[in-house]
C-alpha cells in the first residue's frame, strides 16, 4: 500500500537529521501560520499560485532560489564547520550525514537556487525588453514554475522522510546503482533532477519563440537589449542540451527500478557513458548560468557609468560563440577517467578557447566604465567585485585545461575553490546584482543601499575567506568532498575557509535586513516614475510594477536603447489618443494542480508506491488534457479600464506627462 | 486581414516554432539513446545478440505499417486543411489502426524476447535496445492517444482555426517518429541482423 | 482532395518505400559484403529522412519560417557534435579501459 514507505523513514537516527526535519517543518507551518493570520491564503491562490503572468511567475522563481539559497548555505556553513574541525577526528558528522549534505549542496545550488533565480529575472525583465504583454506560451510558463518547485520540493521531503542522496550531485553510477545505493536517497536527486529538467527545457523553448517571434516591430536582434540576447544563447543551450541530462538520469532510473543494465559493472554495463552523458548536459548548464548574469553585468555597468555599452556587437557574437563552444568541451570534466592523449588534448584546446570570448566581454565592462561617471549602486559594486574576482577564477580555469596539470588537482580542493570562483562571482553575483537592480520595476519601491553595499563587502571578504585557502590546501594534495582528515598542515587553512563562510553568512543577514529595512520604509524609497536609475531599455519606460498588459500601446523601436531614444526626443511618456480593449491569458489552477501531482508521482515513484504512480500519472495527463482543450483561456481589458490604469500612471508621473 | 486574424496567424506561427523547438529536443533525446545503443552493442554479456533475437519479417511489416500510416495521416491533413470533416476523421480512423498494429507487433517482439530470457535486465546491450525502441514505441502510442483527442476534437468542435493547428502539430509529431523509425531499423535491426 | 498536396505524399511514399526496400533487401539476401551494405544502408537511411523532410513535412527553402530551418540545422550540427563526440570518446576509452 505505502511500498517501502514505513515510520522508519523518520529522521530519529540522529540529533542533527531531527534538528533538520524539525525546522523544516517548523518553517513551513510558520509560514503556514502566517498567512492564515493575514488572511492571505485566497489573496495568495488567486494572485499568484494561480497566475500566468510573467511578471509575478518571475517574482515567485526568485522567492524560492533566495529560500533554496539559504538551504544550500546552511549546508555549506555545516561543511566548512566539520572540515575546520575534523582533523584526526570525526567532527560532529558522520560520515553518510556529511555526504548528504555535500551532495544536496550542489544539487540545491545549481537546481534550486541558479537555475530559478535566472528563469525567474528573464521572465520577470525579458519580455518588457522585447517589448511584448508576455512570453510566447504564458501557461507552459506557469507549468515550468511548479514543475521546478516539485523538484525542490522532493529534495526539501528528503530531509524529514527518508535521506538525500549521498553520491554528490552528479551521481555517478556505480555508486549511485542500486547494487550500492538500495536506499531512496539517489532516487530522490534522480526525481528531483528529472522533474525540475523537464521544466526548465520548457522554459527554454518558451523563451526562444518569445525573443525569436515576439519582438517589438523594429527591433531587430541587433538592437536587442545585451540581457535579451544571453538570454537567448542561454535558452538555445536549454532547449539542445537538458536532453542529456534527461537520458543521463533517465537511464539511471531505469538502472535502478528496471534492474536494467547501463551503468552497472557487470553484465555489459558501460559506467562511463554516464559521465559522458551528463557533462554533455553539465558543461553546457554552467553557461546557460552564466551567460544571463553576463547580460544583467552589460545592462548594469552601463547604466551606472552613465555610459553606452562598449562594443555592443562583439559582446553578442562573443555571446554567441561561448554558447557554442560550450557544447565542445564537456570531455574536460572527466579528463583522468582514461581517454587517450589525442582526445584529452583536443577537449583541453578547446576548453581554453573558450576564454577568449568571455576575455572580450571582460574588456568591454572596462572600456564602458572607462570615463564615465560610476554611480556605486551595490549592483555596480557586485559588477566591480565580480570582474576582479572572476578573472581569478578563469585563470585557474585554463590552468585546469591543461591535461596533465588536471592530473594532479582533479577532485581536490583546487576544483571546487576553481568552480565556485566562477559561480559564485560569476553566476551569484550577477543575479544578486540584477535582484537589486530589478527590485525597483517589481515591487516599487527601491532596495536599501546602505544594506546592499553591506551584503556585497561581507559576500566578498567572505568569498575570498572561504575559497583562497581551499586553491592553497588542494595543492597540497587535499581532495574533496573530505569528512575527515589526518594531515594538520591541511587544518589552518579550513579554519579560515570557516571563517570566510561566517563572514558570508553575515552577507546573506545583510541582505536579509536589506529586505525588512526596505519594506519597512518603502514609501520613502517609492519609485513613481518606473526609472529610479535613468535607464534606456524598454522596461523603464512601464510603472513599477508594471500593469499587467505591460504596454498599453506596444512600443515600435528604433534604437538599441529605445527609451533613452524617446527621453531625448522628448517622445517618452506620450499619452496615446486612445485606448483598445486588451485580451489578457486569464489564471488558471491548472498549472499548480500539474505540478502538485508531479510531486505526488515523483514521491510515490520513489518509495515504490506503484498504485499512487499510475493515479498521478493519469491525473496529470487529465490535467494537461483538459487545459489543452480550452480554446478561449483569456478575459479582455476594456479600454475603459485600461484607460484608467494608464490615468493613474500618468497621474504619478506628475509633471512629466 | 483583420487584426484578429492576425493575431491568430502570430500565434499559431508561435505554437508551431514552439513544438518544433520540442520536436528538437526530442530528437536530441533519441540520438544521445542511439549512441548509448552503439557504445553498447558489444555489452551482451555473453547473452543473446542482436542476430539471434531480431526478425526481418517483423521489422519489415513494422516499417510498412508506420510508413503508410504516415501517408493516411498526410490524406487526413489534406482532408482538414479543404473543410471534409469525414475524409479527415477517416483518415485519422486508417492513422490510428495502423499504429494500433505498429505497437502490437512491437509489444508482441519484447514479450517473445522478454519470454526467452532476453529481457532490458539481461545484459547492457538488451537495456539500450530495450529503451531505444521503447522509448520510439511509447511515444507512438502518445501519438495514437492525441489521434484520438483530435478525433473527438474533430466531432465535437468541427475543423475550427484551432483544431486544425492542433492536427498540423500531431502531423509534424507523426512524421517525426517515422524519420526516428528510420533510424532505428537503419541503426538497430538491419546492422543486426547482417 | 487537393490534387497538388495529394501528389506530395505518394511521391514521398514511393520513394521512401523505394529507400526501405534496398536496404532490407540487401539484408535479407546478403547480396553485398557487409561493410559495402552498411554504407548503402546509411545512405539509403539520410536520403529517405530528406524525403520525409521534403515531402511528409514540407519543409523547404521557401515557405519554411526560417527559424525552423535554423533550428533543424542547429539540431543537426549539436547531434552530430554530440553523438560523434560520445562515439569518439567510448570508442577511445574502450581501446584504453576495455570497457
Redesign the interface.
Given at each position: 500500500m505505502f511500498g517501502k514507505l514505513t515510520i522508519e523513514a523518520l529522521p530519529l537516527y540522529s540529533a542533527i537529521a531531527a534538528g533538520g526535519a524539525a525546522v523544516t517543518v517548523g518553517g513551513a507551518l510558520l509560514v503556514a501560520l502566517v498567512l492564515t493570520w493575514l488572511k492571505a491564503w485566497k489573496y495568495l491562490w488567486t494572485d499568484w499560485l494561480t497566475s500566468v503572468d510573467h511578471k509575478r511567475i518571475g517574482i515567485m522563481y526568485i522567492v524560492l532560489a533566495l529560500i533554496m539559497l539559504l538551504r544550500g548555505f546552511i549546508d555549506a556553513l555545516m561543511m566548512r564547520a566539520q572540515q575546520a574541525m575534523a582533523l584526526n577526528a570525526g567532527g560532529y558528522l558522520p560520515p553518510e550525514h556529511f555526504d548528504q549534505i555535500f551532495s544536496s549542496h550542489g544539487t540545491i545550488m545549481i537546481f534550486f537556487m541558479a537555475m530559478p533565480f535566472m528563469t525567474g529575472l528573464i521572465n520577470l525583465i525579458m519580455p518588457l525588453q522585447v517589448g511584448t504583454r508576455d512570453v510566447a506560451f504564458p501557461w507552459l510558463n506557469a507549468v515550468s514554475l511548479w514543475l521546478t518547485a516539485a523538484g525542490a520540493a522532493l529534495v526539501m521531503v528528503s530531509l524529514v522522510i527518508g535521506k538525500f542522496s549521498t553520491a554528490g550531485w552528479t551521481g555517478y553510477p556505480p555508486y549511485s546503482g542500486i547494487e550500492h545505493n538500495p536506499g531512496v536517497g539517489v532516487d530522490y536527486w534522480i526525481w528531483a533532477v528529472l522533474i525540475s529538467g523537464i521544466g526548465s527545457t520548457m522554459s527554454g523553448i518558451n523563451f526562444m519563440v518569445t525573443i525569436l517571434k515576439r519582438r517589438a516591430p523594429g527591433m531587430t536582434l541587433m538592437r536587442m537589449t545585451p540581457f535579451t540576447w544571453t538570454a537567448l544563447c542561454a535558452s538555445v543551450l536549454m532547449v539542445f542540451t537538458f536532453p542529456a541530462i534527461t537520458v543521463a538520469c533517465g537511464l539511471l532510473a531505469l538502472d535502478r527500478v528496471a534492474g536494467m543494465h547501463f551503468f552497472t559493472n557487470a553484465h555489459g554495463g558501460n559506467m562511463m557513458n554516464y559521465a559522458n552523458l551528463f557533462w554533455i548536459w553539465g558543461h553546457p548548464e554552467v553557461y546557460i548560468l552564466v551567460l544571463p548574469a553576463f547580460g544583467i553585468f552589460s545592462e548594469v555597468v552601463a547604466t551606472f557609468s552613465r555610459k553606452r555599452l562598449f562594443g555592443y556587437e562583439s559582446l553578442a557574437y562573443a555571446t554567441a560563440a561561448i554558447a557554442f563552444l560550450s557544447a565542445t568541451v564537456w570531455l574536460h570534466h572527466f579528463f583522468t577517467m582514461g581517454a587517450s592523449a589525442n582526445v584529452n588534448a583536443v577537449f583541453g584546446i578547446a576548453t581554453m578557447i573558450i576564454a577568449v570570448p568571455t576575455g572580450v566581454k571582460v574588456f568591454n565592462w572596462l572600456l564602458t566604465m572607462y570615463r564615465g561617471r560610476i554611480d556605486f549602486h551595490p549592483s555596480m559594486m557586485w559588477s566591480i567585485g565580480f570582474i576582479v574576482t572572476f578573472v581569478i577564477g578563469g585563470m585557474t580555469g585554463v590552468l585546469l585545461a591543461i591535461p596533465p596539470a588536471d592530473f594532479l588537482v582533479h577532485n581536490t580542493t583546487f576544483l571546487v575553490a576553481h568552480f565556485h570562483n566562477m559561480i559564485i562571482p560569476g553566476v551569484l553575483f550577477g543575479y544578486l546584482a540584477g535582484y537589486m537592480y530589478w527590485f525597483p520595476k517589481a515591487f516599487g519601491f527601491e532596495l536599501n543601499r546602505g544594506w546592499g553595499a553591506a551584503s556585497f563587502w561581507c559576500w566578498l571578504i567572505g568569498f575570498y575567506l572561504a575559497f583562497m585557502p581551499l586553491y592553497l590546501v588542494g595543492l597540497k594534495g587535499m581532495p574533496r568532498r573530505m569528512e575527515t582528515y589526518n594531515d594538520p598542515t591541511w587544518q589552518p587553512y579550513l579554519m579560515v575557509a570557516a571563517l570566510g563562510a561566517v563572514v558570508v553568512l553575515c552577507g546573506i543577514v545583510s541582505m536579509v535586513v536589506q529586505l525588512y529595512v526596505s519594506i519597512r520604509d518603502r514609501k520613502l524609497a517609492a519609485d513613481r516614475t518606473g526609472d529610479p536609475f535613468d535607464g534606456g531599455a524598454l522596461e523603464w519606460s512601464t510603472s513599477s510594477p508594471p500593469p499587467p498588459y505591460n504596454f498599453a500601446v506596444l512600443p515600435t523601436v528604433g534604437d538599441r536603447e529605445p527609451f533613452r531614444e524617446a527621453k531625448k526626443n522628448g517622445t517618452a511618456y506620450r499619452r496615446p489618443a486612445s485606448y483598445t480593449p486588451i485580451r489578457i491569458p486569464s489564471n488558471t489552477p491548472a498549472a499548480v494542480i500539474l505540478g502538485g501531482f508531479a510531486f505526488v508521482l515523483g514521491f510515490a515513484v520513489i518509495w515504490h508506491i506503484w498504485w499512487l504512480v499510475v493515479v498521478s500519472a493519469i491525473a496529470m495527463f487529465i490535467t494537461v488534457i483538459a487545459r489543452s482543450s480550452d480554446d478561449h483561456a483569456e478575459f479582455t481589458l476594456s479600454a475603459g479600464e485600461v484607460k484608467r490604469i494608464e490615468d493613474e500612471r500618468f497621474r504619478q508621473l506628475g509633471g512629466r506627462a | 486581414m483583420s487584426e484578429h486574424e492576425r493575431e491568430e496567424t502570430e500565434t499559431q506561427e508561435q505554437r508551431n516554432l514552439g513544438f518544433w523547438l520540442y520536436l528538437m529536443s526530442d530528437a536530441v533525446i533519441f540520438a544521445l539513446l542511439f549512441a548509448t545503443y552503439a557504445i553498447m552493442i558489444r555489452g551482451t554479456d555473453g547473452g543473446p545478440t542482436g542476430k539471434q533475437l531480431f526478425d526481418l519479417n517483423n521489422a519489415a511489416l513494422e516499417t510498412v505499417l508506420l510508413l503508410v500510416s504516415s501517408t493516411t495521416f498526410g490524406f487526413a491533413s489534406l482532408s482538414a486543411r479543404t473543410g471534409n470533416r469525414g475524409g479527415a476523421i477517416g483518415w485519422l480512423a486508417v492513422t490510428f489502426l495502423l499504429g494500433v498494429g505498429f505497437v502490437f507487433l512491437e509489444v508482441r517482439e519484447f514479450a517473445g524476447m522478454i519470454a526467452v530470457g532476453a529481457g532490458p535486465d539481461r545484459s547492457g546491450f538488451l537495456s539500450a535496445f530495450f529503451t531505444l525502441v521503447g522509448t520510439h514505441g511509447v511515444h507512438v502510442t502518445m501519438g495514437l492517444l492525441w489521434i484520438l483527442i483530435m478525433s473527438a476534437q474533430i466531432v465535437l468542435k468541427g475543423l475550427t482555426a484551432p483544431v486544425v493547428s492542433r492536427l498540423y502539430r500531431l502531423g509534424l509529431f507523426w512524421h517525426f517518429l517515422d524519420i526516428a523509425w528510420v533510424g532505428i531499423f537503419s541503426i538497430v535491426y538491419l546492422p543486426g541482423l547482417l | 482532395?487537393?490534387q497538388h498536396?495529394?501528389r506530395?505524399?505518394?511521391i514521398?511514399?514511393v520513394l521512401?518505400?523505394v529507400l526501405?526496400v534496398i536496404?532490407?533487401w540487401l539484408?535479407?539476401t546478403?547480396a553485398l559484403p557487409?561493410r559495402r551494405?552498411?554504407l548503402i544502408?546509411?545512405i539509403?537511411?539520410l536520403l529517405?529522412?530528406m524525403v520525409?523532410?521534403r515531402f511528409?513535412?514540407h519543409l523547404n527553402f521557401r515557405t519554411t519560417?526560417k527559424?525552423?530551418m535554423l533550428?533543424?540545422m542547429?539540431?543537426t550540427l549539436?547531434?552530430f557534435?554530440?553523438?560523434g563526440?560520445?562515439?569518439?570518446?567510448?570508442f577511445?576509452?574502450h581501446?584504453?579501459?576495455m570497457?
Open positions: - | - | 482532395m487537393e498536396g495529394l506530395t505524399y505518394l514521398g511514399f521512401a518505400v526501405s536496404p532490407f539484408v535479407a546478403h557487409p551494405t552498411l544502408i546509411g539509403a537511411a529517405q529522412v520525409h523532410l511528409f513535412l519560417p527559424e525552423n533550428a533543424l542547429f539540431t549539436m547531434i557534435i554530440m553523438v563526440g560520445s562515439y569518439w570518446i567510448m577511445d576509452l581501446q584504453r579501459m570497457t
